[in-house]
């Protein structure tokens, strides 16, 4: 009887540090905002991908003057991930790690000639 109880336990330890480790796989995600400072429109491409060559967003839109645009992409659970925000004579760069930060939060600013860019990990694993 004692011998079976001590089975029944081990066997929760493992399922629980299974369901643990399952939880890791959890796709990342980036929340990006595309801000226009200048006086006129942009028209901005925005990529995200994989340091395995993956491509979870490409996509282009026209940003009015005084507008911010938010993308939201769900990128993989693991790896070197970078967004790449251009425009016809500009360019603003991000990259994290999808194993350590789960949810980036990036914003990138164009207006008078300038590009600006900052990223944050907000949820890590």
Same mark, same amino acid.
């Given at each position: ?29 980036? /929340? ?10 942009? /028209?901005?491409?925005? &990529?995200?991908?994989? /340091? ?8 282009? /839109? ?10 939201? &992409? ?8 970078? &967004? ?24 990138? &600013? ?16």
């Amino acid at each position: 009887m004692e011998r079976r109880r001590l089975l029944a336990a081990s066997a929760t330890v493992v399922a629980g540090g299974v369901a643990g480790c399952l939880g890791s796989d959890d796709p990342g995600r980036l /929340d990006l905002t595309v801000r226009n400072d200048g006086d006129g429109p942009v /028209d901005v491409d925005v &990529v995200v991908e994989g /340091d395995d060559g993956t491509t979870y967003e490409e996509e282009s /839109d026209r940003v009015d003057a005084g507008v911010a645009r938010a993308f939201e &992409v769900v990128v993989g659970a693991t790896g070197r991930h970078e &967004v790449a925000v251009t425009g016809p004579d500009w360019e603003g760069r991000l990259a994290w790690d999808a194993g350590t930060c789960q949810l980036y939060d990036a914003t990138t &600013v164009v207006g008078g000639g300038t590009v600006e860019v900052a990223g944050e990990c907000v949820n890590s694993r």
